[in-house]
């Protein structure tokens, strides 16, 4: 059965849309923090609001953390006492633009991408 109050799992964008209305906080979190409250909650009380296989890439190979089948629902608000992990993606060019060979093909680098996570609560 699914938490009245499931975590959320968030991009930049399913992020916009749930803070619509509220007070909430948000605090920058480590790669293993996020491993550690993610494991906390079992798999029917998380609920993933994108559709973005890079960053559940990111959610499994680099925090290190087995696959699981989170259910998607697109979420419009959270609820007061709601929390959500937000997986944030940040491109930005690349200054240098090495080439390399690639199976007998030139591959460009032209971005660089990061990641970094916050934890957010919504207060009121």
């Not at 390399?100 to 934890?119: F, L, M, P, R």
């Amino acid at each position: 059965m699914i938490n009245q109050t499931p975590l959320l799992l968030l991009d930049n964008s399913s992020m916009m849309s749930v803070i619509n209305e509220g007070e909430f906080k948000s605090s920058h979190l480590t790669f293993e923090e996020a491993k550690v409250i993610l494991q906390n909650y079992e798999e029917a009380d998380t609920l993933r609001c994108f559709h973005n296989p890079d960053i559940e890439t990111i959610i499994f190979q680099y925090l290190g953390i087995d696959h699981k089948h989170f259910p998607y629902k697109r979420v419009r608000n959270m609820r007061p006492g709601q929390d959500a992990l937000i997986f944030k993606l940040y491109v930005s060019p690349s200054a240098s633009s090495p080439i390399i060979q690639v199976d007998g093909t030139e591959a460009k680098k032209i971005q660089n991408v990061y990641v970094y996570c916050q934890y957010l609560s919504r207060l009121k």
